[in-house]
């Protein structure tokens, strides 16, 4: 067990509160990921606000990397000291979804989510010590990484080449796997193809940059902000476009049919109306936003006609031991471009600002730091 610091939410609506609470013992199978960099998201900032229901106390932060610091009984292929990219999709490997390689379905995580604790059901994070039992501490989406270090199963830290800075990692592990992973894994997106992508946030500008390496022929960016649309312009849009303007900048480029694919990245029902309106007739739509699960989306009829193909992802097809890697490479030989989606780099303390400037829109991600993390040994 080790005492660590973390940001822990107590309330929703509330601040984070920034405290030390306890980790561990290691269960056979588990890693302990000494934290270096992890993302704020908007699935956090759900949970936050209580659109994402979680059970409290819990630590967020399913975007993160690190370094390994300590294994578990019978882990192999793993060793101190190895850089890894935290995967928010645990998975037994032989359910059902498993078997039909639909990992992000698997029963076992999809059981134990609404738990709130570890993939196996059981909590590894403690508060209030000195109480009898101590008091469990819940964690997001099987990680918690807003810590100074957290506990996964082995096959939720997936080494990356050397050489990647962590906070450019760290986008790897959520919102660059979802959209790069939605143009090159979800979507079939032919070489040359035309492609909108709807809301350049992380995910959306990952999804500019998958189609780029995917190799579509037009890439009309979406976004409301000016300087949202410059920055996809320059991670490989070929056109942009205010929402009012988006349908007519599709069909002018595709002879009046629209878009052979659509990538949804905005989370608002009026993106998800724009997406189907906006791709041709048998052409894909791909969902990756989300909202309120008992919101009401309002479509025209005529709208989803017309062999149009739906398809919603929650993590861009991930299969991360496979994909992270790739993607990691990608970003060191200079065809994926992590920093310019960085915003801000902060510490701990300033969480709380991070999160009200991600709801302003004003950042693409902020990372949080922990250069100053203290080594620390777990007694298994
Ligand atoms: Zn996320
Ligand atoms: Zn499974």
């Not at 143009?183 to 809301?199: E, F, K, N, P």
């Not at 991070?354 to 950042?363: Q, S, V």
């Amino acid at each position: 067990m080790i005492r660590v610091r973390a940001a822990v939410l107590r309330r929703t609506g509330a601040p984070l509160s920034i405290e030390t609470i306890t980790l561990g013992p290691l269960a056979p199978g588990d890693v302990l990921v000494r934290v270096r960099a992890a993302g704020l998201c908007h699935t956090d900032l759900e949970a936050i606000e209580g659109q994402l229901a979680l059970p409290l106390p819990a630590v967020l932060g399913h975007e993160a990397a690190g370094e390994i610091a300590a294994l578990g009984a019978g882990v192999s292929g793993l060793a101190c000291g190895d850089r890894v990219v935290l995967s928010w999709n645990p998975h037994c490997g032989t359910c059902f979804y498993c078997e039909q390689g639909q990992p992000i379905l698997c029963s076992q995580a999809l059981g134990n989510a609404a738990l709130g604790f570890h993939f196996d059901g059981a909590p590894r994070l403690f508060c209030d010590a000195g109480t009898a039992p101590p008091r469990p501490v819940h964690q997001l989406m099987y990680l918690g990484a807003f810590a100074e270090y957290c506990v996964v199963p082995a096959h939720c830290a997936v080494r990356i080449p050397p050489g990647l800075g962590f906070d450019q990692a760290a986008l790897i592990g959520c919102g660059v796997m979802t959209g790069v992973g939605a143009a090159t894994r979800i979507a079939d997106l032919r070489w040359g193809a035309s492609v909108m992508v709807i809301g350049c946030g992380a995910v959306g500008l990952s999804a500019v940059q998958g189609c780029r390496l995917a190799g579509a022929g037009h890439i009309l960016a979406v976004d409301p902000r000016p300087a949202r649309r410059a920055l996809a312009a320059r991670l490989g849009a070929t056109a942009t476009a205010d929402p009012a303007a988006a349908i007519a900048e599709a069909r002018a480029a595709t002879a009046g049919r629209g878009a052979d694919v659509v990538i949804e990245a905005a989370g608002v029902p009026a993106g998800f109306a724009l997406s189907v309106e906006a791709v041709r007739p048998g052409g894909q739509v791909v969902w990756l936003g989300k909202t309120a699960v008992d919101a009401q989306v309002p479509f025209r009829w005529g709208s989803l006609m017309q062999e149009k193909r739906i398809t919603r992802s929650s993590y861009g097809g991930a299969r991360p031991a496979r994909d992270f890697p790739l993607l990691a490479q990608a970003a060191l030989d200079g065809r994926l471009d992590l920093a310019a989606m960085i915003s801000a780099r902060i510490g701990l303390d300033a969480i709380d600002d991070g999160f009200a400037a991600l709801k302003r829109g004003e950042t693409v991600r902020s990372v949080v730091m922990f250069d100053d993390a203290p080594a620390g040994k777990v007694r298994g």
